[in-house]
Nanobody, 123 residues
Framework: VQLQASGGGLVQPGDSLTLSCVTSRFTLDYYTIGWFRQAPGKEREAVGC??????????ADSVKGRFTIARGAAQAQNTVYLRMTSLKPEDTALYFC???????????????WGPGTLVTVSS
């Protein structure tokens, strides 16, 4: 089972961008969803995680205060968003989302890694 991340693009430093994570295979509300990114030549790293236990999301220090993870409401109930503001060139990466059956984003996710969506921050 694979989640699809979308919404990437080329933006300038300081811009905002919102990524979406969707699947048609199951209801995302029941799962913990993690956002990850992989910059060129670097290992994949965690960006943030929203638990299935209604706790507040947690974020990597590098994005805290700039990125927000939120679940969709109403017509977008099966979507999890990554809202990114004050983007920096170092945010340039391929962004992925993944689902976990437990309340944290540690270890191997339940879902397989999708192709991701590319975010490029450049002037």
């Amino acid at each position: 089972v694979q989640l699809q991340a979308s919404g990437g693009g080329l933006v300038q430093p300081g811009d905002s961008l919102t990524l979406s994570c969707v699947t048609s295979r199951f209801t995302l509300d029941y799962y913990t969803i993690g956002w990850f990114r992989q910059a060129p030549g670097k290992e994949r790293e965690a960006v943030g995680c929203i638990s299935n236990t209604a706790e507040n999301p947690n974020y990597a220090d590098s994005v805290k205060g700039r990125f927000t993870i939120a679940r969709g409401a109403a017509q977008a109930q099966n979507t999890v968003y990554l809202r990114m503001t004050s983007l920096k060139p170092e945010d340039t990466a391929l962004y992925f989302c993944a689902a976990y059956t437990r309340a944290s984003c540690q270890g191997t996710p339940f879902s397989s890694w999708g192709p991701g969506t590319l975010v490029t921050v450049s002037s």
